[in-house]
């Protein structure tokens, strides 16, 4: 019960920063990305706050948290993993679907800062567009973040890695750093979040030019013994909070 009053209060919260913040931040459209940006990871970073202070749910970060015009690969349990990497990140742009550009307001914030919008019935044109998007947002000295799965895992789910994010890889000759977590424990659903600490984890960068085969096993190794580990860190720590 204390979890989903924590919980409600965390939405109200949620709910008001964020239109807060779209209606004080219109004006920035008008001005160059950099300003849309550096709001969204305030934006971001008040989501985390009241996250940690009112859900009882803070955040880790282990590795080392990339810096400029490389791609991060990131497993993806739910919304809590596109809301910490734009805070932790310096203005990433986002592979995300062709339906939230057509999103009122925050489609707009989103096509101001240079997201990177995918049509996943449009085949080859699609991954053509997507990486001419990518190498512009690199060529401005900032990441770009994709989930290579295409879409949200449910816990324990069998790894399905898409061969986009190969084709992406050797297509922009870029640095891809892997990142695990284990949001999918604590961030339930679209309304129960869970008291503990969810671990974000930047692994060792696999540097551009190694064949698709390669990479796409090194990828996915990678990110999926962390992910693991984590999760198992996780359940643990929820077992212990339980008993507290």
């Given at each position: 019960?204390?979890?989903?009053?924590?919980?409600?209060?965390?939405?109200?919260?949620?709910?008001?920063?964020?239109?807060?913040?779209?209606?004080?931040?219109?004006?920035?459209?008008?001005?160059?990305?950099?300003?849309?940006?550096?709001?969204?990871?305030?934006?971001?970073?008040?989501?985390?706050?009241?996250?940690?202070?009112?859900?009882?749910?803070?955040?880790?970060?282990?590795?080392?948290?990339?810096?400029?015009?490389?791609?991060?690969?990131?497993?993806?349990?739910?919304?809590?993993?596109?809301?910490?990497?734009?805070?932790?990140?310096?203005?990433?742009?986002?592979?995300?679907?062709?339906?939230?550009?057509?999103?009122?307001?925050?489609?707009?914030?989103?096509?101001?800062?240079h997201?990177?919008?995918?049509?996943?019935?449009?085949g080859?044109?699609?991954?053509?567009?997507?990486?001419?998007?990518?190498?512009?947002?690199?060529?401005?000295?900032?990441?770009?973040?994709?989930?290579?799965?295409?879409?949200?895992?449910?816990l324990?789910?069998?790894p399905?890695?898409?061969?986009?994010?190969?084709?992406?890889?050797?297509?922009?000759?870029?640095?891809?750093?892997?990142?695990?977590?284990?949001?999918?424990?604590?961030?339930?659903?679209?309304?129960?979040?869970?008291?503990?600490?969810?671990?974000?984890?930047?692994?060792?960068?696999?540097?551009?030019?190694?064949?698709?085969?390669?990479?796409?096993?090194?990828?996915?190794?990678?990110i999926?013994?962390?992910?693991?580990?984590?999760?198992?860190?996780?359940?643990?720590?929820?077992?212990?909070?339980?008993?507290?």
């Open positions: 019960m204390i979890a989903y009053i924590r919980s409600a209060f965390f939405v109200v919260w949620f709910a008001v920063i964020t239109m807060v913040v779209h209606i004080a931040c219109l004006p920035l459209l008008l001005l160059p990305p950099r300003f849309t940006c550096a709001a969204a990871r305030i934006w971001a970073r008040l989501v985390l706050f009241g996250l940690k202070w009112l859900a009882g749910l803070g955040v880790e970060i282990r590795g080392e948290v990339p810096k400029g015009p490389v791609l991060v690969a990131s497993k993806h349990f739910s919304a809590w993993e596109t809301i910490a990497l734009m805070a932790v990140l310096r203005y990433p742009s986002i592979v995300m679907k062709q339906s939230l550009r057509r999103l009122p307001v925050n489609g707009w914030y989103s096509r101001k800062m997201m990177l919008f995918v049509d996943r019935t449009a080859a044109s699609a991954l053509r567009g997507m990486a001419a998007g990518a190498a512009r947002v690199l060529g401005q000295g900032r990441p770009v973040v994709i989930f290579p799965e295409g879409t949200r895992k449910k324990h789910d069998p399905d890695y898409k061969p986009g994010i190969a084709a992406l890889y050797a297509q922009l000759q870029a640095t891809c750093v892997p990142a695990a977590h284990n949001s999918g424990l604590f961030w339930s659903g679209a309304f129960l979040r869970r008291r503990g600490v969810i671990t974000l984890e930047f692994l060792d960068p696999i540097p551009p030019g190694l064949p698709r085969r390669e990479f796409m096993t090194t990828l996915q190794t990678r999926e013994t962390a992910t693991k580990k984590l999760l198992e860190q996780g359940e643990r720590q929820m077992a212990v909070l339980r008993a507290a």
